[in-house]
């Protein structure tokens, strides 16, 4: 993974890592995600997560989108505005609360 992201910087492509499947990790292992690999990751890429997978709430449509580099956040705001898909539904953040808070039993 770490060479892909070296050659999307090289050519100037941010990396959008959809990690929406993160919280399913087998026992013994770790989540690590792409953006976490380095600094230069971190400010060439989207990350898209969501607890939807896992937590089988996808019918509420949330998704948490991350990028630490101020600029490509300003490119998704305008984004999501432009194409009207910025409401999110009131359940959807409950839950999503909830699974990031109270998750453990529920994985296992």
Not at 81 to 106: D, H, K, Q, R, S
Request: charged letters at 20%.
């Amino acid at each position: 993974m770490k060479f892909i992201g070296e050659i999307c910087i090289r050519d100037g492509i941010t990396v959008i890592s959809d990690e929406i499947h993160c919280e399913l990790v087998f026992s013994g292992y770790i989540y690590t995600p792409f953006a976490s690999l380095s600094e230069k990751f971190l400010m060439h890429s989207i990350t898209c997560i969501s607890p939807c997978k896992a937590f089988k709430i996808t019918g509420l449509q949330i998704v948490n989108i991350i990028s630490a580099d101020a600029k490509i956040r300003a490119k998704i705001d305008r984004s999501i505005n432009i194409n009207e898909v910025c409401n999110v539904n009131p359940f959807g953040i409950l839950a999503t609360m909830a699974t990031y808070n109270e998750n453990e039993e529920w994985l296992r």
